[in-house]
């Protein structure tokens, strides 16, 4: 998996590791592979753009090198930049990447034809790029700045500066960058013989080499960081050094200011109190904010592989506080963080002292023979596990499910398939063999790759280039406040679901003595996907509606992973129904009906209806399950 250390296990593919020509290129060869294509592919107007560009950057690299020249910690950087320490900090597998580009260009060897064609098409893309570039700065030069185009970049973030547009050198070596992306990424489209998956690879290691050879990740070639550099002095570059700096001692790079937040002082603040506890978890149960409340209480699961104050961030932003406003009893599993001492925990284990450990303990302090209950992302995987084995059992404990980005069939799960194949797991399976559990950092790096220009590079360019310090921003600090995962439980997760895909084959997950049938689960559910989703593709979460055998209430959410999920009314969301039923997630999406505002209102309605009349509300624990601190307890806190 990508973001292994020099200590972890061995390489995951023995031949990439055996490749010698492969095994010594890094960063540093990757740019210069760059570098030279570029330069090749740009030939006809590279000195008519030299010649015009000669008084800015001169002039930038004169200054900066004066810089450099009279402090030693700008010497000392660019030292740094020049060493690539970013292979360090930066999650990239470059033998991956040398695979992917070896890949390519042998197949371009397997059809010369097409490749020359190919090769011609680009070049003359650059001409005419770079000849739009310097007629539109001519034409500015006579009668004033044009409007913004709609040519390549427009949109981008990374190119968001003005240089980029309305300066020809740096508009024609932004396009250059653009073109030349796209021709690479359309080479590794074209047919070659390979299966799906390894063509997703392709695609995937692809990307995340044009991203990490963008133009904007050189100081030399950022106009905002060099136009920060003059501003200051040089103090931003001194800066982003000490960032830098800071980040290599750590061993991984920061994305947000952890100094900003913590559980307990402004996040996780709904009043309530932890009133049970086992090896595996703290139950909390909220206090109540209304008169009265509905009979039937809700119990939340989210995923171990995560802390739960997701769903209890700042008050502006709690489901969990909207939930308690609404009439709600809520109760939420809080999971511990495990060490090498709990490696033999399995998901039996979370089973038992997870969800039906805390039904039992919420039905004994609300004296409700039955519950609401929701899972987000692998909670809800877990409840729905546990619902099978409940079915089975003939045990009707829970009245209604609610599923937040949730996967029951692993069938397609987007670019996480490029680290959980075979090969993949195994090598999962011996870091934690070796450790005990997994570490989160393993799992948070194949996550922020899956978005590597939102989560990775334009870290680099604030912390490093622009000598900033990282985002104060709540979602940030709780994505980078992960858990270890235990060997025993997660080995398996991982391995009946990513790799085999077992949980939609009625009988072949067998869970405490029963044969998991998903069909069984014929209770009222209600489902969420979310619109622009990297970890859970919406139409991947769409396919409980096929799995159950109870009638799904299927929203699809506006935007990705966490910000679909946490988005209260008031904000600029959007979701979409359809009731009626449909053969295919294509279907259900073409006879939608969007909604502006958030689905926490269409939920909070549905949930309400299953929820019972309203009535006093119900003590904070009890005789059995007395308080035994206040929210939000201690295994939230542990690091």
Not at 272 to 282: A, D, S
Not at 415 to 434: K, R, S
Not at 514 to 541: C, F, M, N, Q, S
Request: charged content about 20%; hydrophobic content about 45%.
């Amino acid at each position: 998996m990508a973001g292994r250390t020099k200590d972890d296990a061995p390489e995951r593919r023995d031949e990439t590791r055996n490749e010698a020509p492969a095994a010594g290129l890094g960063p540093d060869s990757m740019l210069s592979l760059w570098a030279s294509w570029v330069e090749a592919a740009s030939v006809p107007f590279r000195h008519a753009a030299g010649d015009m560009a000669d008084g800015m950057l001169a002039a930038g690299a004169k200054q900066t090198a004066a810089l450099m020249a009279q402090d030693p910690v700008l010497r000392a950087m660019d030292q740094a930049w020049n060493a690539n320490p970013l292979r360090d900090v930066v999650p990239v597998d470059w033998a991956e990447v040398v695979r992917a580009l070896r890949t390519v260009w042998l197949c371009s060897l397997a059809r010369p034809a097409g490749s020359f064609a190919a090769a011609a098409r680009l070049n003359a893309s650059l001409w005419g790029a770079a000849l739009e570039a310097w007629n539109q700065a001519a034409r500015g030069w006579i009668s004033g700045p044009a409007a913004p185009d709609a040519l390549p970049g427009k949109g981008d973030k990374r190119f968001a500066a003005p240089e980029w547009q309305t300066h020809p050198v740096y508009r024609t070596l932004r396009d250059a960058y653009l073109l030349a992306s796209d021709w690479l990424l359309e080479q590794g489209e074209l047919d070659g013989g390979m299966d799906p998956a390894e063509q997703q690879k392709l695609r995937f290691h692809l990307r995340q080499f044009v991203d990490a050879m963008s133009p904007t990740l050189m100081l030399a070639l950022n106009p905002a960081a060099l136009r920060r550099a003059m501003e200051t002095g040089g103090a931003s570059v001194a800066q982003g050094v000490r960032n830098l700096q800071a980040d290599l001692q750590a061993g991984r790079l920061s994305m947000v200011d952890e100094a900003a937040f913590a559980p307990g002082r402004n996040l996780a603040l709904t009043p309530g109190k932890v009133v049970h506890r086992n090896r595996l978890i703290e139950l909390i149960q909220y206090e109540p904010q209304t008169p009265t409340v509905h009979a039937r209480p809700l119990l939340i699961l989210p995923p171990w592989i995560n802390k739960y104050y997701i769903l209890d961030m700042q008050p502006k932003n709690s489901m969990v506080r909207y939930l308690v406003s609404q009439g709600f009893t809520v109760f939420v599993v809080s999971w511990k963080n495990p060490d090498a001492s709990m490696e033999d925990v399995t998901i039996e284990d979370y089973i038992d002292l997870g969800p039906l450990e805390a039904s039992d303990v919420v039905r004994s302090i609300t004296g409700s023979n039955a519950l609401n209950v929701m899972g987000y992302c692998i909670g809800g995987t877990l409840l729905a596990m546990v619902l099978a084995w409940l079915a089975a059992q003939g045990d009707e404990r829970f009245a209604s499910a609610s599923f937040m980005v949730s996967l029951q069939d692993f069938s397609r799960v987007g670019d996480t398939a490029v680290f959980l194949d075979e090969p993949g797991l195994e090598l999962i399976e011996q870091q934690m063999m070796q450790r005990g559990y997994l570490d989160s950092r393993e799992m948070s790096n194949m996550f922020n790759l899956l978005r590597s220009n939102d989560l990775i590079w334009a870290n680099v360019v604030n912390n490093y280039l622009m000598g900033e310090k990282p985002a104060a921003f709540d979602l940030l600090y709780w994505n980078s406040d992960g858990t270890r995962m235990a060997r025993a439980a997660h080995g398996w997760y991982l391995r009946n679901t990513y790799v085999e895909n077992n949980l939609i084959v009625p009988g072949r997950i067998r869970l405490k003595g029963e044969g998991i049938d998903l069909g069984r689960i014929t209770l009222d559910t209600y489902a969420v996907g979310a619109e622009k989703d990297h970890i859970v593709p919406w139409d991947a979460a769409w396919q409980i509606t096929r799995l159950l055998g109870g009638k799904t209430r299927f929203v699809l959410a506006s935007s990705g992973h966490i910000a679909g999920i946490i988005n209260p009314p008031g904000g600029k969301g959007s979701y979409w129904t359809n009731d009626a039923r449909a053969g295919s997630p294509e279907e259900w999406r073409r006879g939608a009906m969007k909604h502006d505002g958030s689905w926490w209102t269409d939920w909070t309605a549905w949930l309400a209806a299953h929820s019972g009349p309203k009535r006093k509300p119900p003590a904070m624990g009890n005789a059995d399950h007395p308080p035994l601190e206040d929210a939000p307890g201690r295994y939230v806190l542990e690091k």
